[in-house]
C-alpha cells in the first residue's frame, strides 16, 4: 500500500530524492513519516510531515541537510537528501499515521512501506 523509492549508491557529498507513493491511500490526508535503520542499530525517526497544516520536523542529524515534502498532485511524499554522509546509509522506510498530527515514534505510524537502501559510499 506503500512504496518507497529512489534509493541507491551515492558518492559521499551527493544528493538523493527518496518517493513515497500510495495505491489506497490518499496521502494529503495523513501524517506522513519517513525512518531508517542502519546495520546493526535501532530504526530512528529523521522527517516527519503533518497533514493539517504541512508542519515538519526533523532529526537533528539530518536537519539543514534533509526536505520532506508533499506533491498531492501525484499523491507522493519526497525525502530530499543532500549533502549525504557515509553514517547515511541505511535502509530507508516511508510510514503512514491514521492522524494528522506527525511524530517520529515508529510505534504511532500504522503502514509501512517495504524500505529502499541508500548507501553512501566513495
Known amino acids: 500500500q506503500l512504496q518507497a523509492s529512489g534509493g541507491g549508491l551515492v558518492q559521499p557529498g551527493g544528493s538523493l530524492r527518496l518517493s513515497c507513493a500510495a495505491s489506497t491511500f490518499t496521502l494529503a490526508y495523513y501524517a506522513i513519516g519517513w525512518f531508517r535503520q542502519a546495520p546493526g542499530k535501532e530504526r530512528e525517526g529523521i522527517a516527519s510531515?503533518?497533514?493539517?497544516?504541512?508542519?515538519?520536523d526533523y532529526a537533528n542529524s539530518v536537519k539543514g541537510r534533509f526536505t520532506i515534502s508533499r506533491d498531492n498532485a501525484k499523491n507522493t511524499v519526497y525525502l530530499q537528501m543532500n549533502s549525504l554522509k557515509a553514517e547515511d546509509t541505511a535502509v530507508y522506510y516511508c510510514?503512514?499515521?491514521?492522524?494528522?498530527?506527525?511524530?517520529?515514534?515508529?510505534?504511532?505510524?500504522?503502514?509501512w512501506g517495504q524500505g529502499t537502501l541508500v548507501t553512501v559510499s566513495s
Open positions: 510531515i503533518s497533514s493539517s497544516d504541512n508542519t515538519t
Open positions: 510510514a503512514l499515521r491514521l492522524g494528522r498530527v506527525a511524530t517520529m515514534l515508529a510505534h504511532f505510524y500504522d503502514y
